[in-house]
Structure formats: C-alpha cells, structure tokens
C-alpha cells in the first residue's frame, strides 16, 4: 500500500499515519498547519511521522502541485479539513470552511482523476454532522441527511462530490461517516479535552445545554482501524458508519472524569449551541457486515487513556 494521508498533522489524520506505518504502508502526509489545534503540535506530529519514515508535504491542497505526490499512490484517506460545528457559525467564517473542506477536495479529486492512475481506494472522512437531527436512532447510511449547521453541509457537499467524481471518472471512492471522536490528541475545541483540563485544573466548564445530550463517542484507536478497514474492504459508491453504535450522555461524562480525576466539575450551563443535534447513534451493522469492522474501546478505558496522555491528566497523577 502507498498511501496519501490528507490532514495528517491533525487528531485524527495523525493517528492514521502512525497506524498505516505500523501496517508496513508507505506513507506520505500533507498538511496546511491550519484550524483549531496548535500550530507546534501539528509540526510535532509530522516531524515525527518523518522520523518513522513517512514522506511530509506541508502545504494547502488548494495550493500543492499534487500530480508528483500523487503519482503512484494506491490508496489515498482525505481527512483534511476545517472541523468544528460551532466556529462554522461565526460571521465571514464560511469562506474559510467552503475553500477548505469543499474546494480543496474537489482540487484533490481534480488531480486524482488525472494523475493516480494506480489507485485502489480514496476514503473520505465525513462526518455525523450530515444527519442533522435524526428522526431515527440507530442512524442507517440509508437514512435522510439534513446537516443543521454550516460545518455539516460542507461535509455533505464534500460527500458529494467525491460521489460525483466518483461516477464521471470511475473512481473507487468510499464515503465514512465518523462520529465524535476522542481519545489522546484529541483537539483542544473538543468537550473531553476541555473538560478534562477544567475538572484538573479546578476551573469551570461551559457546558451547552443541560448535559443530557447524547453522542456515539468513538475511540480514536477505533476510528483509525475503521478507515482503513474502509480502504481496504469497502466498496466503490458506499457510505458507511464508523462508530460503536453505543451512546453516552455529555452528564455521563463528567461523571466518569470526576471519579478518575478525583475532584468535582464545576459546571456551568449555557443554552444550547446551534447545530448540536440532541442524539447521535449510528447503526453500524453494514460496517460490521462489510468491512469486519466494529469498535473495541469502550468510554470508560478510552477516556483512561486520553487523560493519561493529555497535559492535566500528568498534573494530576
Ligand atoms: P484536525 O483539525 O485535528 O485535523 C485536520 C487537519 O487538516 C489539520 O491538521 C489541518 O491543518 C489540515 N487541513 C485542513 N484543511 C487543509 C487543506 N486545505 N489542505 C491541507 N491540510 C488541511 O481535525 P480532526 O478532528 O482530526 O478531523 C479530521 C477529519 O475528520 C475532518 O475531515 C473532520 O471533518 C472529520 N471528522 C472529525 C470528527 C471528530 O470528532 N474529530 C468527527 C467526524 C468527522
């Protein structure tokens, strides 16, 4: 396998590199140093997958002259992107996302249906943000997508268009949607990562709405084995839910932090952010079925482990 990781300075594009590598794949990485998490982290991370070997280009995709990258890869996992629901909402912010996560991945699959000729597999990271507010929980790939947020409707539209290119260019493309993700590296704007260091460090946590809201956390671990379970087995044209098909409440949560940190939350409720869906839970039989794919980390062990690694988790061991 020669694989193209986009994003790989990022949470999860890192993870994946490192997993690939592990695997015995060249690897090679592109990264614009861009969105939340901090610049030097980002750097960190790629000068340590160039340490393990994987080829580094630091770079915008709507930038890079990617033919040369391009030009033997069979497998490509386009991660990069501007990620975050709530920063999507911010006035003149949408230009940023539409030239990151839409432009950027059409000029990806511009230069793919021309200069990849040995492809296998493009997966793209979407998202559960496509489904908006499901009517139905377990959410089947099947079921309708209505993202309710800005962040969302250009995870769709990037969805789309690699399905577009996809059927004009006969390439392999498989769609996997992630649901929220956590775990070491975990981005700073994320609610674990915030809420560890605030339970650490004893300040208060801004929590959105009243805390009951659930979500299908996944362990990045899972995440990563997920996609490449995708770009291997996955089949061209599908979509497919990379999750646990469990759920946890953001109250549970705190719950589970308060007793492996020792200390209270300090926990003060706003009113519900825009474009936060109540409920996620996906269904993720077709992943099982098709890939051989299901999640092995369950919350409890998976939190252990992002607080063991994170800054406040060494402060407060
Ligand atoms: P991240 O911000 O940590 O990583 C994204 C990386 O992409 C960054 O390092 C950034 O520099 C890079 N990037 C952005 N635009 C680029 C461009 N135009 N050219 C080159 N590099 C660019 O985010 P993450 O949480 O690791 O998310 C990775 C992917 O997974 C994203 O596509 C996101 O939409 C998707 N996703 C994440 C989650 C989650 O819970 N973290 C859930 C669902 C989907």
Same mark, same amino acid.
């Given at each position: ?9 990022? $949470? ?37 997958? *160039? ?34 629901? *709530? ?46 507010? =499901? ?8 079921? /309708? ?26 390439? /392999? ?23 560890i260091?605030?339970v650490a460090t ?16 996944? $362990? ?11 770009? #291997? ?8 839910? #990379? ?18 940190l ?7 409720? =706003? ?5 936060? /869906? ?31 690694? =994170?800054?406040s988790?060494?402060i407060v061991?």
């Amino acid at each position: 396998m020669i694989a193209l990781v986009t994003g790989a300075g990022g $949470f999860i594009g890192s993870h994946l590199a490192e997993l690939l590598l592990q695997l015995g794949a060249h690897v090679r990485c592109i990264d614009a140093l861009i969105g939340p998490s901090a610049r030097r982290d980002q750097q960190a991370r790629l000068d340590e997958l *160039q340490d393990r070997g994987a080829l580094v280009i630091r770079g915008n995709l709507n930038e890079l002259d990617l033919s040369e990258a391009l030009s033997d890869v069979t497998h490509i996992f386009h991660l990069a992107a501007l990620p975050g629901v *709530q920063p999507s909402w911010q006035r003149h912010n949408f230009a940023h996302y539409a030239s990151n996560n839409m432009v950027a991945t059409t000029r990806l699959l511009e230069a793919v249906a021309t200069s990849c000729p040995q492809l296998i597999k493009f997966v793209f990271a979407s998202s559960s943000s496509v489904y908006g507010t =499901s009517a139905k929980l377990p959410t089947a790939e099947t079921d /309708p997508t209505r993202p309710i947020s800005p962040y969302g409707i250009t995870k769709l539209a990037g969805e789309q268009l690699c399905q577009a290119f996809g059927k004009a260019s006969d390439l /392999p493309i498989v769609i996997a949607r992630l649901f929220t993700v956590y775990g070491p590296r975990q981005r700073p704007d994320m609610a674990f990562s915030r809420f560890i260091d605030a339970v650490a460090t004893g300040q208060a946590i801004h929590m959105n709405g009243d805390g009951t809201q659930t979500r299908d956390f996944t $362990f990045v671990a899972d995440t990563v084995r997920g996609l490449v379970a995708a770009g #291997i087995s996955g089949r061209p044209g599908q979509t497919y839910n #990379i999750a646990t098909g469990t759920s946890t409440s953001l109250l549970e949560v705190l719950t589970v932090l308060e007793m492996k940190l020792g200390r209270p939350a300090n926990v003060t409720l =706003s009113p519900c952010a825009k474009g936060d /869906p109540v409920a996620t839970l996906a269904d993720t039989s077709l992943a099982t079925h098709e890939l051989g794919f299901s999640a092995e980390c369950g919350i409890e062990e998976g939190l252990d482990r992002q607080i063991a690694l =994170s800054s406040s988790g060494a402060i407060v061991s």
